[in-house]
């Protein structure tokens, strides 16, 4: 309470991760005044053949 | 502006996937009169074992 | 199965919505040859005040 | 851990809303052996215009 | 109808998972009183790198 | 790219949902390099008598 899902592309660091997880808490608790402890998140990620934007594939970006 | 997320069973080619962000995208540019690049689209796989429709996994479907 | 969720802005008129729902539905069953029957589209709609993009709610970008 | 949002039309009681949770709730525990506390469910309704099966909206297979 | 996304750790059995598609679905006919067949459920699992709590991966929580 | 949903109780100020989605886009474009104008978010409120935690609906804690 609350929950956030975090929809992005494969392929961070456990490092990247574990700040942006820990940050995004932090921006949750400052702004709801909720406690640390009650924020979850899960980071969704997708394969590059799995997200597109504009009607095309992320992986066929990277092609270019 | 908008974001679809599609939750799908997994197996689906490369080209399957391309044609359906295109279609969807398509789609949704043409109803609700978005710039073309402000559609984003996830594809969100699961495994057989991990969806199930009337209580019962596709996986155990599959197998009769 | 599928099941796509939609987030888009609120203030869409239902006969938008009555033909983004048949589009998109058209979309998946022609591209991944489901039965359109099993395709469930559900449109979650936020108030221009539940959404940001760039960091900026939506609702500050429409007063500018 | 885990959270459940559930996609469903408007219109439900609040006893149906309780009564869910609490058994929607009992059967996380029961099977992920999981505290009681941890699970968190959210209910997300729709208006009958903004969820469709099949490509038409729940509002016009009412409607017949 | 409804639709059920479920995010959670991964790591869990093929019987667990089948029993909790099988109990879900359960409570979900009781209490809204829709077919069987209409309920829909994603099992959506992370990595215990992809998801935190109080601001903290659950891998490094583990981890101690 | 990334997109983020978050699933809090509704009752939150306008100046509260501003502040809460440009820290959570700067956690974002601070982590993962991203460009700021990338990262969209929706803020999903559910009622209180739509979302519980324990099996207990948040209306019913509120009562206490």
Redesign the interface.
Known sequence: ?????????EG?S?E?????????????V???GVP???????????AW????????????MKAR
């Open positions: 309470m609350p929950e956030l899902i975090v929809y992005l592309l961070r456990v990247d991760k574990r700040a942006l997880v820990r940050d995004l808490t932090g921006a949750v400052k702004n709801l640390q402890e009650s924020v979850t998140i899960s980071l969704v990620e997708t053949t799995d997200k597109g934007k504009g009607g095309v594939l992320f992986a066929d």
